[in-house]
Nanobody, 121 residues
């Protein structure tokens, strides 16, 4: 059973960089045909896709609205996916999720439980 667990600070000050980690267990992040995605949900709003890194780490895609501030990376030795979002504002307050994108099925088949991040001074 694949499990994803997000972790990171719950409170970030405006203009700082938000850093989150998704630890994957029960499966390798380098397994073919999977990609690893960050998605967020601001309060009272829908899900927002932020970006993705594929199984071999060679391909990254980012939301055009967040591309200039977003970086997704991986640590294969720890089986982790990381998200960095720079120059945060209160509008970046959200629950942040990592999810596995299953290319074969065309679905996000595993999700973390999400982690709340609040941007406030």
């Amino acid at each position: 059973q694949v499990q994803l667990q997000e972790s990171g600070p719950g409170l970030v000050k405006p203009s700082q960089t938000l850093s989150l980690t998704c630890t994957v267990s029960g499966g390798s992040i380098t397994t073919s045909y999977y990609a690893w995605t960050w998605i967020r949900q601001p309060p009272g709003k829908g899900l927002e896709w932020m970006g993705v890194i594929d199984y071999d780490g060679s391909t990254h895609y980012y939301s055009p609205s967040l591309k200039s501030r977003t970086s997704i990376s991986r640590d294969t030795s720890k089986n982790q996916i990381s998200l960095q979002l720079s120059s945060v504002t209160p509008e970046d307050t959200a629950v942040y999720y990592c999810a596995r994108d299953n290319y074969k099925l065309g679905v996000y088949d595993y999700w973390g439980q999400g982690t709340q991040v609040t941007v406030s001074s």
